[in-house]
């Protein structure tokens, strides 16, 4: 199943579909370094690459939606918190790990799959709520 960023998670905002796209660039390359096994140095700087790259969309998308006035802009930090704290387990977890496969599994899991599903169902609705707004500020 390919993983990957498609036309149909377009918010219609670049910035955030660059950014979207390039998260899922970061996890592909974070999942593939421990899959192959690279050394726990490259991966520990690999995840906190991610972490802090996830943390600008993450912001940068809160900021968007504040400017707006989303109205579920609450719910959707939620949201987004949740997979913060996921990010940090798998961090801590990192530094920890014995069983390496079991973490490429988690990696995939959490950090890929959220991220569709999260753009699909909830960044969808604020994109959709951006565009029936008659101007942007
Ligand atoms: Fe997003
Ligand atoms: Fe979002």
Same mark, same amino acid.
Request: hydrophobic fraction near 45%; aromatic fraction near 8%; charged fraction near 25%.
């Given at each position: 199943? @390919?993983?990957?960023?498609?036309?149909?998670?377009?918010?219609?905002?670049?910035?955030?579909?660059? #950014?979207?796209?390039? %998260?899922?660039?970061?996890?592909?390359?974070?999942?593939?370094?421990?899959?192959?096994?690279?050394?726990?140095? =490259?991966?520990?700087?690999? &995840? =906190?690459?991610?972490?802090?790259?996830?943390? %600008?969309?993450?912001?940068?998308?809160?900021? %968007?939606?504040?400017?707006?006035?989303? @109205? #579920? %802009?609450? &719910?959707?930090?939620?949201?987004?918190?949740?997979?913060?704290?996921?990010?940090?387990?798998?961090?801590?977890?990192?530094?920890?790990?014995?069983?390496?496969?079991?973490?490429?599994?988690? &990696?995939?899991?959490?950090?890929? !799959?959220? !991220?569709?599903?999260?753009?699909?169902?909830?960044?969808?609705?604020?994109?959709?709520? !951006?565009?029936?707004?008659?101007?942007? @500020?």
């Amino acid at each position: 199943m @390919p993983l990957e960023w498609t036309p149909a998670l377009q918010t219609d905002v670049p910035e955030i579909d660059e #950014q979207h796209q390039e %998260l899922f660039r970061r996890i592909a390359l974070f999942s593939a370094a421990i899959a192959e096994n690279k050394g726990d140095a =490259e991966i520990g700087k690999m &995840v =906190e690459f991610m972490a802090e790259y996830a943390e %600008l969309h993450l912001s940068t998308e809160e900021k %968007l939606l504040q400017q707006h006035s989303f @109205p #579920q %802009l609450a &719910v959707h930090k939620a949201q987004h918190d949740y997979y913060r704290r996921n990010i940090a387990a798998i961090k801590q977890q990192l530094a920890t790990a014995a069983d390496q496969q079991e973490l490429v599994d988690k &990696v995939y899991q959490i950090l890929t !799959l959220w !991220l569709i599903n999260h753009i699909k169902k909830m960044d969808l609705i604020w994109a959709a709520y !951006l565009k029936s707004k008659p101007s942007t @500020p």
